[in-house]
């Protein structure tokens, strides 16, 4: 696999990013390329600084610098609202459903940026869940609902480069293989994700490459087929 | 005519409609201050003041310019609402990353200083507004006369009442605010600008406020303390009702306005603190009160 996406064009450049919470420092230098269509997962111990990587992407830090290019245009710098309208979408880690919304409002909440994205029947098709729950309250659904909703109301904006902030966390086994059998049709549909994982398990059935963070930094990129040699190495990482 | 507990209809029916004009503005005042609270958390203690403004603006439309009542009911309300966005945009914006309290007394020293300057170009006695020509005049309902100008207040708040509170529960920019609302960050992460709608909210609500003004000028005089008598019962009514719920300031507005003119029908004395019994009863039972939700 990754031999035939060095061809693609790449979509994420991230070099030297440093963010910083008020007085903590957080990133020290991340370095990451994410190409087009690729599914990416972002591995690591709690604090390793995987959540602050996207939330850097997104520009919802304090403070950061270094590069952050997407489609070759820079990140850094720019307002905060314009960094979606790109075609970034982000789901964050606590799901963020709304709970003055109803579910409809809720998959209809995050503006279209882009032409191109999923039309409302196909999402119903990708979560059937969803399907005549439009007016209940977002939070009224049970977890895994809701991780299907925060993910559905992106992939009707058009975005092309999807952030998953650890789909899995807290769901029951079948659900998070549902939620594994949408992220590989979305990676067929041609979707560039960037995951972020504690589930290794659940990771190493989807994606094509792992970064592997520590203390703010990257310390190793783990291309999926040469996992089965890495084990042990990652599992000193991961401290599991 | 039948009497209802000793008291004769005209009475009762006179202080109910009192009542109602009362809660109506209640209701409007109480609303702006909602919508602000809910999406800035900012408690706008120059609520008060800009209602007076919105009032005076009518009055200086009319004075200096001759630009009568339908005039002023369209520019006032525009142009507090473009004074509510110039003093966010260069004062209460530089302050939400601090305590909340510091939002409540920037307005408060605000309130005092634009009550004050009217005070001292205008003086403390009132300047007459007329009631606009189309306006004037009655009908007797039988049971009790009702002019007609106190009829519009109660139509024309209650209208703008439900209009804001459809636009914010059914639309898809309600949507908006309600989610901002709630998790501005994740709401800007979804490419909205939001602190262009927090400047436009407290423009809007601020503009309710100056729409009370206009309303207010035929029935009360305007005066600069016209905002300071009335802003303290507001905060209870909103106290009442829940910080920040839309609905909750309607209802309890217009409610309380009634409550404070049955009161004044049937034990006169207490009813200038009815109102403030039912806060206390209130915090005490329903801490967020009655339309509120726990945080």
């Known amino acids: 696999m990754p031999d035939g996406a060095t061809v693609k064009t790449a979509m994420l450049e991230i070099r030297d990013l440093q963010a910083f919470y008020g007085e903590s420092h957080v990133l020290h230098g991340v370095n990451i390329d994410v190409r087009q269509g690729e599914v990416v997962t972002l591995l690591g111990r709690n604090g390793a600084g995987k959540t602050t990587t996207m939330r850097s992407i997104m520009g919802i830090v304090g403070k950061r610098n270094g590069s952050i290019r997407f489609q070759g245009k820079e990140l850094i710098g720019m307002a905060q609202h314009k960094i979606p309208r790109l075609g970034i979408g982000y789901v964050p880690e606590e799901r963020g459903i709304f709970a003055s919304l109803s579910v409809d409002e809720n998959l209809m909440l995050p503006p279209v940026v882009k032409s191109g994205g999923m039309t409302v029947p196909q999402i119903y098709e990708l979560f059937p869940n969803l399907q005549g729950r439009g007016t209940t309250q977002g939070t009224r659904l049970s977890g895994g609902e809701q991780q299907m909703l925060a993910i559905a109301r992106i992939l009707r904006t058009g975005a092309d480069l999807i952030l998953l902030d650890e789909p899995t966390e807290g769901l029951a086994p079948v659900i998070i293989e549902q939620i594994g059998v949408a992220v590989r049709k979305l990676k067929q549909r041609g979707f560039t994700i960037v995951l972020v994982e504690q589930n290794f398990r659940f990771a190493a059935t989807i994606a094509d490459r792992h970064y592997v963070m520590e203390e703010g930094h990257v310390v190793d990129m783990i291309p999926n087929d040469q996992l089965a040699q890495n084990m042990d190495k990652l599992h000193t990482y991961l401290g599991v | ?295």
């Open chain 2, 1 to 295: 005519m039948f009497d209802l507990l000793g008291v004769p209809p005209q009475v009762l029916f006179g202080q109910l409609l009192l009542g109602l004009i009362n809660g109506s503005f209640y209701a409007l005042l109480s609303l702006g201050l909602a919508v602000i609270f809910g999406m800035l958390n900012v408690i706008n203690f120059a609520h008060g003041a800009l209602y007076m403004i919105g009032a005076f603006v009518a009055w200086l439309l009319l004075t200096k310019l001759g630009l009568g009542y339908w005039w002023a009911l369209g520019l006032s309300p525009l142009i507090v609402g473009l004074l509510g966005v110039a003093l966010e945009k260069t004062m209460l914006s530089r302050l939400y990353k601090l305590d909340h309290l510091y939002g409540l007394l920037l307005t408060f020293g605000l309130a005092l200083i634009m009550e004050g300057a009217f005070r001292h170009f205008y003086g403390v006695s009132g300047q007459p507004y007329p009631i606009p020509d189309a306006l004037k005049g009655g009908q007797n309902l039988g049971f009790m006369f009702l002019p007609n100008y106190r009829g519009w207040v109660v139509v024309a708040s209650l209208i703008v009442c439900f209009g804001t509170w459809f636009a914010i529960e059914r639309t898809r920019l309600g949507a908006y605010l309600r989610a901002a609302t709630e998790n501005p960050v994740l709401v800007q992460a979804f490419g909205i600008n939001v602190p262009v709608m927090i400047t436009a909210t407290y423009g809007f609500g601020v503009a309710l406020a100056g729409l009370a003004g206009v309303l207010a000028a035929p029935i009360y005089q305007v005066s600069p303390l016209m905002g300071t008598n009335l802003i303290i019962v507001v905060f209870a009514v909103v106290v009442i009702g829940g910080m920040g719920s839309i609905l909750g300031a309607i209802v309890t507005g217009l409610g309380l306005g009634l409550l404070e003119g049955l009161t004044k029908v049937f034990y006169p004395e207490a009813s200038n603190i009815v109102v403030f019994v039912v806060m206390a009863i209130v915090l005490l039972i329903k801490p967020a009160g009655l339309f509120g939700r726990e945080r």
